[in-house]
């Protein structure tokens, strides 16, 4: 007997007969695939910040949305802290980085405003760009020439509104960083704002962890986001800028508004992780040794190269063979997972394997070892 829903059938079966059916996978393996890079999601510093956080009377749930009973001490506190620590006028704090971005992209560019955004931003811009009004228009990866190139073209078509420059500082699939002092000369001889996407740079890059933007993000015309579930090991993102943006969402993002509260314990947990930041440096320069030892045995063992942060793609190319790839890895007692579009773009598909404190120095050599062995018997 056919089943309810026929169509959803065929399209799971075509994923699946091309190599792209993806399923949840418990975490088993050494760690090479999370974003957890300082080791603090599972630490003693944040449980005792939570033990200490419960016993003090923080409330595990919100109860509403901030602008109705879930505003809680918590999240405000956290959020004068952050914008001191990230150097900013005013800071916001959202239930999630996907979340805050389509917050961003859908209520701050007004219609008659273009968002320039790079080829390769994350899936959550797109969505808060089809949520918005303005004109939308991509340039080239990483090319801040390419970038003037389109904007001039828009203004020659009759673009006259606000440009906003949209890029991440590390790129969660290729690991490498935007351009961002030439970006930020087009945004200064524009008048544009650029927006900088810190997820995979916050606690790794910058000076104590503040991020790749972290020299111009006190700057009026720059606006930061900093997720709290990567390297700061807990969950939620922080949204840094000047205070008149910051209210400008409080009023009219949608995902701000009718959302329930983060936790307010939540809240307490990102304070502690900006805390061990600034307290701590020797985590975020431990991790460092732990990603220079990684780009390093990768191209002594493996010949791969042109690596620029945490995060080392090992590109494939064909969906199955990928993934094949994966599960052997994944046999040798590594936690790898292959990447597939639409994720990565058509023919790219890959192994992304993230370098993290959870993953000691031999266990990296191991790992660079097997997997040389493995890609030279497919070869």
């Not at 949209?166 to 790129?171: G, I, N, S, T």
Request: hydrophobic share 45%.
């Amino acid at each position: 007997m056919a089943g309810a829903f026929p169509r959803h059938e065929i399209s799971l079966e075509a994923l699946r007969s091309r190599g792209r059916y993806r399923q949840l996978m418990p975490r088993d393996g050494h760690d090479f695939a999370s974003n957890d890079y300082l080791g603090l999601a599972g630490s003693d510093v944040l449980r005792a910040a939570a033990a200490d956080a419960l016993a003090r009377g923080v409330p595990v749930g919100a109860g509403g949305s901030r602008l109705l009973r879930g505003n809680d001490a918590e999240h405000q506190r956290l959020e004068a802290e952050a914008a001191a620590f990230f150097g900013t006028e005013a800071a916001l704090f959202m239930g999630g980085g996907f979340n805050a971005n389509q917050a961003i992209f859908s209520a701050l560019p007004q219609q008659g405003d273009l968002v320039l955004y790079d080829a390769l931003i994350h899936a959550s811009t797109h969505d808060g760009m089809r949520l918005g009004r303005a004109d939308t228009r991509s340039f080239a990866h990483g090319d801040a020439k390419d970038a003037a190139r389109v904007l001039q073209g828009w203004r020659t078509s009759g673009g006259t509104g606000q440009v906003w420059i949209a890029v991440e500082a590390v790129y969660s699939m290729d690991g490498d960083l935007a351009p961002l002092a030439p970006l930020m000369a087009l945004a200064d001889a524009e008048g544009a704002v650029l927006v900088v996407d810190e997820a995979h740079s916050s606690g790794v890059f910058g000076d104590l962890g503040r991020g790749l933007a972290h020299g111009i993000a006190h700057r009026p015309n720059v606006l930061s986001l900093h997720t709290c579930g990567k390297a700061l090991g807990v969950s939620g993102a922080l949204i840094c800028g000047q205070r008149v943006l910051i209210e400008t969402l409080i009023n009219k993002a949608r995902g701000f508004i009718f959302a329930t509260a983060p936790s307010p314990l939540n809240a307490a947990l990102v304070r502690a992780a900006l805390r061990e930041l600034q307290d701590n440096p020797a985590r975020r320069e431990q991790a460092w040794e732990g990603i220079s030892h990684a780009q390093a045995e990768a191209g002594r063992l493996c010949g791969l190269d042109g690596f620029h942060s945490q995060i080392l793609p090992v590109v494939i190319g064909d969906d199955k063979r990928t993934m094949a790839l994966a599960s052997r890895m994944q046999g040798h007692g590594y936690d790898i997972r292959g990447i597939r579009p639409p994720t990565v773009p058509r023919g790219t598909s890959r192994l992304r394997l993230s370098v993290t404190l959870n993953t000691g120095l031999e266990v990296i050599t191991a790992m660079f070892t097997d997997l040389a062995r493995e890609m030279e018997a497919r070869t």
